[in-house]
């Protein structure tokens, strides 16, 4: 069966430093793998989507960006951290060219800049 | 453009009262709809979904029935539990959606004994 990995869980981090939460899927290949933040009280927001190693489409002008290095392995970074990033971030696949398909999220992290 | 509009919230019902959570959508092409749950502190889980017009997903009591003529997918459960308190979201994927998915803006819905 597909699973679905998202660490860490919980991340306190001053406004300034670096970010990398790592996203991982098992038990499939070639997935569509998706970035969401949750802001408080409020729906998702697309944030990067990838349909391949190295093919990343960004949704939302910011200061992330993400890499996805490895077949089943997506990485949402940041050199510097905003106030506005604190947030729930959210990692999610979908199986590929299957449209009716649903998608399948990670845990999330809860990320909290001060 | 695709765009899912749901129902604002919050909604607060009394246990075992019916519930009715509105979604309408907008998309090209012919997408699955979905509905999924979240539970505080969690990621989304998939409730039920549908893949074309006039099937209806079903799960744990809840029901949705996609239709294409009003371009809607209402969330519907006779009985709601307080176990069944969480956030709702409305969604759409596949038809011309290059396999973005599309969410509405959720839904809080709290259950009181």
């Known amino acids: 069966s597909q699973t679905i990995h998202q660490w860490p869980a919980t991340l306190v981090q001053p406004v300034g430093s670096p970010l990398s939460l790592e996203c991982t899927v098992e038990?499939?290949?070639?997935?569509?793998l998706y970035w969401y933040r949750q802001a408080a009280g409020r729906g998702l927001q697309l944030l990067f989507y990838s349909v391949g190693i190295g093919q990343i489409s960004s949704e939302v002008p910011q200061n992330l960006s993400a890499s996805r290095p490895q077949d089943r392995q997506f990485i949402l970074s940041s050199k510097k951290l905003l106030l506005s990033d604190s947030g729930f971030y959210l990692c999610a696949w979908s199986a590929r060219g299957r449209g009716w398909t649903e998608a399948f999220f990670g845990q999330g992290t809860r990320l909290t800049v001060v | 453009g695709n765009s899912v509009t749901q129902m604002e919230g919050p909604v607060t019902l009394s246990e075992e009262a019916f519930l009715t959570i509105n979604c309408t959508y907008t998309a090209t092409g012919y997408p699955s709809l979905f509905w999924y749950v979240q539970y505080p502190g969690e990621g989304l889980q998939l409730l039920l979904k549908a893949t074309k017009a006039d099937d209806k997903g079903s799960n744990k009591g809840f029901e949705a029935t996609y239709r294409k003529e009003t371009t809607s997918f209402h969330l519907e459960k006779g009985s709601v539990q307080v176990s069944d308190s969480a956030v709702y979201f409305c969604?759409?994927?596949?038809?011309?959606?290059?396999?973005?998915?599309?969410f509405g803006t959720g839904t809080s819905l709290t259950v009181i004994p």
């Open positions: 038990g499939t290949s070639n997935p569509n």
């Open positions: 969604a759409l994927s596949g038809g011309n959606t290059g396999n973005q998915f599309y």
